[in-house]
């Protein structure tokens, strides 16, 4: 099958969902890629795509800013708006003229306003999430700015999701639904993760592991609520643990932490390091949506996990099964504490967590998974199973 797969960014290790969906479909099919690029270092990523061709268009800050401008009388999405660059639809038209795609693979929510410029060329939307449902919980909690973003993009996302829902167009998250909120022509597929094999020894100090992307408010949000309200008694409780955060361009509010067990580490080529090293995970995110990647590395590395009630909801893990689960700052101190000085728990913690990483997020359970949501496109699509 010949399917073009298009991004508003280079998929990489800090777009591991992109990354990994279009690793694992390219490994059965002819692939085509076409990006907007903002830097030459995303120039270079895309040169390590295993594709079979590359189609870049530059996309300017500040011309995507206006474009956002423009769009506030309109009631369009200003995701939509940002990515709208008129280069990427002239390039799209001419991929689906000259190389004739099967399927265009359309990645995040920032493509579709590419959907009908697609006809009559199938299409497949990978929201990864319905991301309406994030904006309306910053109109709700976030603070001024935020609250304001969110009061303006909630709505005109939440009109184009359940758009492309109405007119039955394809559609993929990365979350399992609860019951009574399934979408027609939903599928879910996990983000994939496969955590390379190590046999570096198991760190006998206690080690406090956070990942995440730190120009995302919800991570820096949580990670400062975990560091103002839980590290100090975590170190009164366990005074040798250590707190390693792994994350890009963290700002000046997270690095004024650094210090008193609080060690940073910033902009690394690899996350996966650290794993070996950590007795415990944390994920103290309260505001998101989909399924958290720091979460879904952490259990596959085998590493026990603790998170709130929101990430472990969306997930489908549970507490004292796969994760711990605190609901407020008190219940954070006491399980962290508790994993920290618990060996056995902690080691039965990390089978559990394990165990469910392999059956949801494996790379061989999500290709299962992806084969359900193509034949939604490509009906008996059986050569894409082996």
């Excluded at 265009?104 to 999430?129: G, K, Q, S, Y």
């Excluded at 989909?290 to 259990?299: D, E, N, R």
């Excluded at 489908?316 to 609901?327: L, M």
């Amino acid at each position: 099958m010949k399917i073009l797969f298009v991004a508003p960014w280079i998929p990489s290790k800090i777009r591991p969902r992109s990354l990994a969906l279009l690793e694992i479909l390219a490994k059965d099919h002819q692939i085509r890629f076409l990006g907007l690029t903002s830097s030459d270092e995303e120039v270079r990523q895309a040169q390590e795509l295993p594709v079979e061709s590359t189609v870049l268009v530059p996309r300017n800050r500040i011309t995507s800013m206006l474009r956002c401008a423009t769009a506030l009388p309109t009631g369009t999405s200003l995701q939509q708006a940002y990515a709208d660059v008129p280069q990427l639809s002239a390039a799209l038209a001419s991929e689906l003229r000259q190389w004739r795609p099967d399927v265009v693979h359309l990645n995040v929510f920032r493509t579709v306003h590419l959907v009908e410029r697609c006809a009559p060329v199938p299409v497949i939307v990978d929201l990864d999430e319905f991301r309406s449902e994030y904006y309306s919980q910053l109109a709700q909690t976030a603070g001024p700015k935020l609250k304001l973003v969110g009061k303006i993009e909630a709505p005109r996302m939440q009109a184009r999701e359940d758009a492309l829902v109405a007119h039955n167009v394809p559609l993929m998250v990365s979350a399992p639904f609860e019951p009574g909120e399934e979408r027609p022509n939903t599928y879910v597929v996990r983000s994939p993760y496969d955590h390379p094999e190590d046999t570096t020894p198991r760190t006998t100090e206690p080690r406090v592991l956070f990942v995440g992307r730190l120009t995302y408010e919800a991570n820096v949000d949580g990670l400062l609520w975990f560091l103002k309200n839980c590290w100090s008694e975590v170190k009164k409780r366990v005074p040798n643990a250590v707190l390693d955060i792994v994350g890009t361009n963290p700002p000046a509010s997270v690095l004024a932490f650094r210090g008193s067990g609080v060690e940073i580490h910033a902009n690394v080529p690899d996350v996966a390091p650290y794993y070996p090293q950590a007795s415990a995970a944390i994920v103290p995110v309260w505001r998101g949506t989909g399924v958290q990647m720091k979460l879904i590395q952490a259990l596959a590395a085998g590493v026990p996990a603790v998170t709130t009630p929101e990430v472990a909801r969306r997930a489908g893990v549970r507490h004292d099964h796969e994760v711990v689960v605190g609901a407020d700052a008190q219940a954070w101190v006491n399980e962290l504490s508790s994993v920290l000085t618990d060996p056995a728990r902690g080691q039965w913690l990390a089978a559990a967590g394990k165990r469910w990483a392999l059956d949801f997020h494996s790379s061989n359970a999500v290709r299962e998974q992806l084969a359900a949501a193509y034949a939604a496109v490509w009906p008996g699509l059986e050569q894409f199973r082996r």
